[in-house]
């Protein structure tokens, strides 16, 4: 950082963005603006859930068999990876404002390197399915439950569907941290100008909580 | 020379504390080994609910803590509770209609 005086630092701070005042507001603008981007998502994962809901109340039996046909130890394993990813990031916003520059790239790249964890053990629990005939479509050739199986793979398209949305939204999300890493590594963010890493939390942690709801509800509510 | 700056919050706002993060993230794997081990006994009716107060507890603490809302402006708050509210509002009517058909759907 230059050696400025306070004055000339909120007026000509590189980060701050002319149609700002100052960069309190440039701030408090990007998170708003994240945050009504979210309300839109919330909405969107919302309609699906809603949907898997109201086909729950339909076909309870296939619910309970379509999900039992899920590996509770994939899908808890991958749990626990996401939450620990969310708390590297919220560590890596916590180093941007506190200027730890070189800690900062460090939780950005352990984030990046627990959400590629995350998808590599989806990628073999999707194998697995594909392989015990649990693909939608003219690959579904799963028949425990002879007639159940038409209601099973609803079951299954609502699997695929909002697990492929949530990992749809991770491989975003690891995209944007490369570029965020990028950034920081060029010492771009600082106390005063971190919105992007911060904006970039928020993102990543409502992939997370997606999560925190599909875990139970795919993997775990069939049991009783 | 430069119009003196109109002041605004300062974007520094809050420095969550380390051990802030890592009770929340604890609570958090803690609600997941929960979750998983209600799923283990029969409870009837009430495995559901319980799994959904769970994963709701869960998702609060991100809210709040992981995604700074608690220590956000009125305005975010705002924002944020009428995104749930939209989410309630789509719940509710949708299955005020499902769940109340004269022929039975479930």
Same mark, same amino acid.
């Given at each position: 950082?230059?050696? &400025?005086?306070?004055?000339?630092?909120?007026?000509?701070?590189?980060?701050?963005?002319?149609?700002?005042?100052?960069?309190?507001?440039?701030?408090?603008?990007?998170?708003?603006? /994240?945050?009504?981007?979210?309300?839109?998502?919330?909405?969107?994962?919302?309609?699906?859930?809603?949907?898997?809901?109201?086909?729950?109340?339909?076909?309870?039996?296939?619910? $309970? #068999?379509?999900?039992?046909?899920?590996?509770? /130890?994939?899908?808890?394993?991958?749990?626990?990876?996401?939450i620990?990813?969310?708390? @590297?990031?919220? /560590? &890596?916003?916590?180093? =941007?404002? +506190?200027?730890?520059?070189?800690?900062?790239?460090?939780? !950005?790249?352990?984030?990046?390197?627990?959400?590629?964890?995350?998808?590599?053990?989806?990628?073999?629990?999707?194998?697995?399915?594909?392989?015990?005939?649990?693909?939608?479509?003219?690959?579904?050739?799963?028949?425990?439950? *002879?007639?159940?199986?038409?209601?099973v793979?609803?079951?299954?398209?609502?699997?695929w569907?909002?697990?492929?949305?949530? &990992?749809?939204?991770?491989?975003?999300?690891?995209?944007?941290?490369?570029?965020i890493?990028?950034?920081?590594?060029?010492r771009?963010?600082?106390?005063?100008?971190?919105? *992007?890493?911060?904006?970039?939390?928020?993102?990543?942690?409502?992939?997370?909580?997606?999560?925190?709801? !599909?875990?139970?509800?795919?993997? !775990?509510?069939?049991?009783? | 020379? =430069?119009?003196?700056?109109?002041?605004?919050?300062?974007?520094?706002?809050?420095?969550?504390?380390?051990?802030?993060?890592?009770?929340?993230?604890? =609570? %958090?794997? &803690?609600? +997941?080994?929960?979750?998983?081990? #209600?799923? @283990?006994?029969?409870?009837?009716?009430?495995?559901?609910?319980?799994?959904l107060?769970?994963?709701?507890?869960?998702?609060?603490?991100?809210? %709040?803590?992981? /995604?700074?809302?608690?220590? $956000?402006?009125?305005? +975010?708050?705002?924002?944020?509770? =009428?995104a749930?509210?939209?989410?309630? #509002?789509?719940?509710?009517?949708?299955?005020?209609?499902? !769940? @109340?058909?004269?022929?039975?759907?479930?």
């Amino acid at each position: 950082m230059s050696v &400025a005086t306070t004055e000339e630092h909120h007026a000509h701070h590189p980060a701050l963005q002319h149609h700002f005042e100052d960069l309190g507001q440039q701030h408090e603008a990007s998170t708003l603006g /994240m945050w009504f981007f979210l309300t839109t998502e919330i909405l969107f994962f919302g309609g699906v859930l809603l949907a898997y809901w109201i086909y729950r109340i339909m076909y309870p039996e296939a619910w $309970s #068999v379509g999900a039992a046909q899920q590996n509770t /130890m994939f899908g808890g394993i991958n749990t626990i990876v996401l939450i620990i990813s969310s708390f @590297t990031m919220a /560590m &890596a916003v916590r180093c =941007a404002q +506190t200027n730890a520059q070189r800690m900062l790239v460090a939780f !950005l790249i352990l984030t990046l390197i627990f959400g590629s964890v995350f998808l590599v053990v989806k990628g073999v629990e999707y194998h697995k399915h594909y392989e015990e005939g649990l693909l939608i479509g003219q690959h579904f050739t799963w028949h425990e439950h *002879p007639d159940l199986a038409p209601k099973v793979e609803l079951f299954m398209c609502f699997y695929w569907g909002m697990t492929g949305l949530h &990992a749809l939204h991770m491989v975003i999300g690891a995209g944007l941290l490369i570029w965020i890493i990028w950034r920081a590594v060029r010492r771009e963010f600082s106390p005063e100008y971190y919105g *992007p890493v911060e904006v970039m939390g928020l993102y990543w942690h409502f992939v997370d909580i997606v999560w925190i709801f !599909l875990f139970p509800f795919l993997y !775990l509510i069939h049991r009783h | 020379m =430069a119009e003196e700056p109109i002041s605004h919050p300062d974007p520094q706002h809050h420095v969550t504390s380390v051990g802030v993060y890592i009770a929340v993230f604890l =609570a %958090l794997a &803690a609600g +997941t080994l929960l979750t998983w081990w #209600v799923s @283990t006994i029969d409870l009837h009716a009430w495995n559901t609910p319980i799994a959904l107060v769970i994963a709701a507890i869960k998702a609060v603490l991100v809210i %709040l803590f992981f /995604m700074h809302v608690i220590h $956000s402006t009125r305005l +975010t708050w705002i924002v944020v509770i =009428a995104a749930f509210l939209w989410l309630g #509002v789509l719940f509710v009517l949708t299955f005020a209609d499902y !769940l @109340t058909r004269a022929w039975k759907i479930y």
